[in-house]
Nanobody
Framework: QVQLVESGGGSVQAGGSLRLSCAASGRTFRTYARGWFRQAPGKEREFVAAISSTGDTTYYADCAKGRFTISRDNAKKTVYLQMNSLKPEDTAVYYC?????????????????WGQGTQVTVSS
């Protein structure tokens, strides 16, 4: 069984930064693609960013391009999401997910394991 645990969420003013982390534990003897998604109240879960198993390829939603950076440290089994220039519309619960393939995906249904989520609140 694989567990994903997110951390690093919190409250920040518009223009600020946060760095989310997603640590994997359990049966993770191989590395796989990971993704970050978010869900705001009353809205559907949406794709934010993804990264391939090696970290060579990254994918970003339009809302994240130029402001967010996804990265990974396979030795630590951890994926990061650096979020800069945060806006109130970035307020959501952010989820980390793992896909049992090496390439990332923009679609939530392609991911097999999910974390519990971490709240990000951006005030104006």
């Amino acid at each position: 069984q694989v567990q994903l645990v997110e951390s690093g969420g919190g409250s920040v003013q518009a223009g600020g930064s946060l760095r989310l982390s997603c640590a994997a534990s359990g049966r993770t003897f191989r590395t796989y693609a990971r993704g970050w998604f978010r869900q705001a109240p009353g809205k559907e879960r949406e794709f934010v960013a993804a990264i391939s198993s090696t970290g060579d390829t990254t994918y970003y939603a339009d809302c994240a391009k130029g402001r967010f950076t996804i990265s990974r440290d396979n030795a630590k089994k951890t994926v990061y999401l650096q979020m800069n220039s945060l806006k109130p519309e970035d307020t959501a619960v952010y989820y980390c997910a793992r896909r049992s393939l090496s390439s990332g995906s923009l679609y939530a249904n392609d991911y097999d394991y999910w974390g519990q989520g971490t709240q990000v609140t951006v005030s104006s």
